[in-house]
């Protein structure tokens, strides 16, 4: 059994892991620029009309900061770039852990030691 403090990493699997996930991330991404860019043409086309109602609506519903549409835009936007650098990030922790176990191996004399 092991001690709380020592970790095991199944290497190939946590990789295929994370390019799973980066893939994953890379297509949320992609999708998000062309759903985010389509919002944005369509309520830049006054889809509630030109009148005192219609501008009154926008005006609550897309009139920026802290309105709903505004609101949407701007945290998707923000959560979506972390998403998309998990994967690479997770495949760089796994390949340093990777590396510095093979250094300590090479430096103190094996995998018993």
Do not use: C
Request: proline share 5%; charged share 25%.
């Amino acid at each position: 059994m092991s001690e709380l403090r020592e970790t095991f990493v199944k290497p190939e699997a946590a990789l295929d892991a994370a390019n799973t996930l980066g893939a994953a991330g890379a297509r949320l991404a992609y999708a998000w620029q062309g759903l985010a860019a389509r919002i944005e043409t369509l309520n830049g086309d006054e889809p509630w009309g030109d009148d005192e109602p219609g501008k009154e609506f926008n005006k609550h519903y897309l009139g920026g900061e802290g309105q709903p549409a505004a609101q949407v835009l701007k945290v998707a936007g923000g959560v979506v770039p972390v998403v998309e650098l998990m994967g690479p990030t997770v495949k760089g922790a796994v390949e340093g852990t990777v590396d510095v176990d093979d250094m300590v191996r090479t430096l103190f004399g094996g995998e018993d030691k």
